[in-house]
């Protein structure tokens, strides 16, 4: 299988926006075993500025420009050290792609990526993808990378999406609210119901919610690629994931 995981900053940082060392190592273990069995994988990083701001200690996500991205500048570091480091245990290569929307946008510039993107699998790395944050302003921006992850799964062809995040899936209502809300196993198509149940942003040092992975679940199934939203918190779910076990909401038009 060509799995594309995405994991949300609330995933890779503790709320002080310092790595959270036992999850990443954690994530590495099971992404190197399932490559191991034979799967390619590509991941989609977010955590910069989470960890930038921890690393320049602010004491809050910043709110202007510069200042975020000067943050990612430093949490990119950290976060492609970490990825090398804990992948080299396993005998794993990563190589770090940062784009912007502008990169999957126009035609030439997208046939550069998913040419990059292809020759990476083929020759056995892991991509880890992420925004350029350090130069994407507004007009060029993709924003989140819920979308960016759904972008690249649909430019890999790829046959699953998984989004590891700090919520269990999609809800029947807002799960911090009302305490009946129950977990959706499956979704096959987003309707009004659907759209209706996303709230609105998650934590305060990332950028998405349920709003942006029901976009992704979007371009997801209009290119016939599985995905499934689930909660970061146990790594393991990975393997179940992949053997269509239900774990949080998948999106799909499959039986
Ligand atoms: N690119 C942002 C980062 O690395 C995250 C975007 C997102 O959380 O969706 O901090």
Redesign the pocket.
Known sequence: MRVVIKI??STLAHSTGHLNIRRVEEICKVVSDIKNAGNEVIMV????????VGKLGLAKRPDDIPTKQA??AV??CE?MYTYDKLFSEYNHTVAQLLITGADVEAADRYENFSNTLNRLLELDAIPVI??N?TV?TEEIVI??????AAIVAKSTNADLLILLSDIDGLYTADPHKCPDAKIIEKVTKIDEKITALAGGKGTS????GMV?KLNAAKICLNSGCDMVIANGNNPLNIYDILEGKPVGTRFTEKN
Do not use: C, R, V
């Open positions: 949300g900053t990083s977010s955590g910069a500025i989470g960890m930038g943050a990612a949490g990119q976060l992420n925004e944050d994407a924003g989140d990378n819920d979308t960016l040092l990332g950028t998405g942006t």
